[in-house]
């Protein structure tokens, strides 16, 4: 499968329905032993919202894509959107990885997820930004979703000058035999949560390990770590 690469100097706006009532996606797949294609967007401005979907996938052998978002100036994922990689077959699912923003913003039930329901490894996320912001019930999340099966979650590592969580949460799972993943996150200045959770579970196996660095961590209401 071919890759996806999108560069907008001023900005990338995926926003509203289209006539026909579905949403905004920009994905790739792979159904057989090739590894699907990455999906790279690169621009100033990236705001993502009405339950918009950027998604990699594989439902086979083959790797899933990964999928690499930049902007300079600030990312936005708002209303149910969805930046995801998932595998549902043995081949393991793509990283993502943001960086090079000033500002990442998820709110309103938007999620930053790698999941995985077959065999594969779930894939890893790794963030980079000056200031972070997951408020409304939304979060980031590495998963594994089948009992049946040993494999293990993708990790979480964040890394930010500030970091505030309000109803939000981060969080590695798994269902399985397979581990949950770890959870860095890497502050230089301060933590702030209010009704938030930091957590690692697994049903049949070890948690990960959650890692966190931070000059100041200030936690509020009923927040979990």
Known sequence: ?????????????????????????????????????????????????????????????????????????????????RLSTSSAG?????????????????QDGALIAASTVGKGRGGNIDITADTVEIKGISGIQSATLNEVSNANAGEVKLTTRLLNINDGRISTRSVNQGQAGKITILVDESLNASDGVISTSSRQSSGGDINIDARDIRLFGDTDI
């Open 1 to 81: 499968p071919g890759n996806v690469d999108i560069f907008a100097s001023k900005s990338i706006v995926l926003s509203g329905e289209s006539p026909d009532k579905k949403n905004n996606i920009i994905s790739t797949v792979t159904f057989g032993s090739a590894s699907g294609g990455n999906i790279t967007l690169r621009t100033g401005e990236f705001r993502a919202t009405d339950e918009s979907l950027i998604t990699s996938s594989t439902t086979d052998k083959g790797q899933g894509g990964n999928i690499v978002l930049t902007a300079s100036n600030s990312i936005k994922l708002i209303g149910g959107s």
């Open 90 to 106: 043995t081949g393991a699912a793509g990283n993502l990885k943001i960086f090079d923003t000033k500002n990442l913003t998820i």
